[in-house]
């Protein structure tokens, strides 16, 4: 079984950073390709950036550039750095891994930018 467990979400100003942090359990997590989605209210949940087990990363339009996904395979915690916050990137943030047919969810974590 895999747990996923979100920190780091605040209120931060528009124009600041957050770094945002998802610790897993599990086995071999070395071998899980990671992902951070969010969802806002009202809205579809949404793909925002993904790392593959090689390190190999990939991300919305709307966040390239301002947002780097990264991990960390010996304390089994992959994190998104999020600079430039704009208030459209106000959302809960929820780390994600798919093991077989079953996708895995953390509980989510709040990230609100304010003016």
């Known amino acids: 079984q895999v747990q996923l467990v979100e920190s780091g979400g605040g209120l931060v100003q528009a124009g600041g950073s957050l770094r945002l942090s998802c610790a897993a359990s599990?086995?071999?997590?070395?071998?899980?390709?990671m992902g951070w989605y969010r969802q806002a209210p009202g809205k579809q949940r949404e793909l925002v950036a993904t790392i593959t087990p090689g390190g190999i990363t990939n991300y919305v339009d709307s966040v390239k550039g301002r947002f780097t996904i990264s991990r960390d395979n010996a304390k089994n915690t992959v994190y998104l750095q999020m600079n430039s916050l704009k208030l459209e990137d106000t959302s809960v943030y929820y780390c994600n891994t798919i093991r077989g047919s079953t996708n895995y969810w953390g509980q989510g974590t709040q990230v609100t930018v304010s003016s």
């Open positions: 599990g086995s071999i997590f070395s071998i899980w390709t």
